[in-house]
């Protein structure tokens, strides 16, 4: 059973801290990596995406990848009360096409004001 | 640039009856489209996927079937509803590898 795991949380953070969310899988051959932000009652959002081992940087969001590790994470840097919601981890399973993504159930951030 | 549509937004159905949800996508030719659907507090569960029209993928064999008529049309469908059935379903889209999804229809079976 291919499998991608996050703590479901809630993690709570003061506004203005680092939060830093966690995501393990199963599949080692796995080649493609994301991160989704849900907020609650709406669909998915597509925020991150890694294919490489290391850090990639989008403004306030910083994605790692360890594949020796099977471990990807998200940062969010000077956390804001826009940033609550539930982030879903991704994974795209090796040799279907990238057609077949496994989903996290998903870490809750609450961000205290 | 590329937008996703589904209808309808939200939807109330008795148990046996039928369903059919809708997705359309705007702004890009031979999308792979997909449909997932998310229970309660539960990660996304892949239904179908879809490269091409006429061309279906089945993930989790169920009572729901999916079409796909027009190249940027993709349908869920069901001839009688179970109560299981209930939950948020999303239709997505994707050139590549990254997917995005629609505003999703939330189905609540009674």
């Known amino acids: 059973q291919k499998e991608v795991e996050q703590n479901s949380g809630p993690l709570s953070v003061p506004e203005g801290a680092i939060a830093s969310l966690n995501c393990t899988y199963s599949d080692r051959g796995s080649q493609s990596f994301f991160w989704y932000r849900q907020y609650s009652g709406k669909s998915p959002e597509l925020i991150m995406s890694i294919y490489s081992n290391g850090d990639k940087e989008d403004g306030r969001f910083t994605a790692q990848l360890n594949k020796a590790s099977q471990y990807v994470s998200l940062l969010i840097r000077d956390s804001q009360p826009s940033d609550s919601a539930t982030y879903l981890c991704?994974?795209?399973?090796?040799?279907?096409?990238?057609?077949?993504?496994?989903f996290g159930a998903g870490t809750r951030l609450f961000v205290k004001a | 640039s590329q937008t996703i549509h589904q209808w309808p937004a939200t939807l109330v159905q008795p148990v046996g009856s039928p369903l059919s949800l809708e997705c359309t996508v705007e702004g890009t030719s031979n999308p792979n489209l997909y449909w997932y659907r998310q229970a309660a507090g539960r990660g996304l569960q892949l239904l179908f996927y879809s490269v091409g029209i006429g061309q279906i993928s089945s993930e989790v064999p169920q009572n729901l079937s999916a079409s796909r008529p027009q190249d940027r049309q993709f349908i869920l469908s069901s001839k009688k509803l179970l109560l299981s059935d209930s939950g948020f379903y999303l239709c997505?889209?994707?050139?590549?590898?990254?997917?995005?999804f629609g505003p999703g229809t939330r189905l609540t079976v009674t």
């Open positions: 997505a889209w994707s050139v590549g590898n990254e997917q995005y």
């Open positions: 991704a994974v795209n399973l090796p040799n279907t096409g990238g057609f077949k993504t496994i």
